[in-house]
């Protein structure tokens, strides 16, 4: 956000980039932690932090910045004890937009979802981060401030993970 606003053009601006990325934010923290209420919370914390913050954010920056701080709030609340004795294991359905009509697509998002939260953490963040918010390589090595080779690298053992994790669910083992 730019700095040398006035109060009102602030508020504008930290209005403008709710609007833009809130659902981003959200759907990030979503399919991160699998449970809604914690999803809207770390939104809500992320959001707060901004308007605190925001005047310190380069410009252009902000959503990677946004999405950033996203994950390093997910990842605290996954790292707590209580978390991972509550939602470890609970069901990820409700990730999966019910506006599909055709069932077999929604059982293979099903699927995968299912696949894609038993992966390793630094896997699923990749994932998520490419696959469903649509970020290349670089932006997301600065992000998770790692080399973009580290990136590569785990995109490509997650793929190979989900193949075994999905050869398995359908076959049952």
Known sequence: MEAGLGASGYNEQFEKLYALYADDVLRMAY???ADKHKAEDVCQD????LYTH????APGKEKAWLLRVTVNSCRDLWRSAWLKRVVLGAPTLEMIPAQ????EKREEKEELMRAVQKLPTSFREAVLLHYYQGLGIAEIAKIL???????SSRLSRARKKLEILLKEEATGE
């Open 31 to 33: 399919f991160y932690l």
């Open 46 to 49: 992320v959001f707060v932090k």
């Open 100 to 103: 599909d009509d055709d069932i």
């Open 145 to 151: 401030d790692l080399p973009e080779g580290t990136i």
């Open 54 to 57: 925001g005047a310190t954010i």
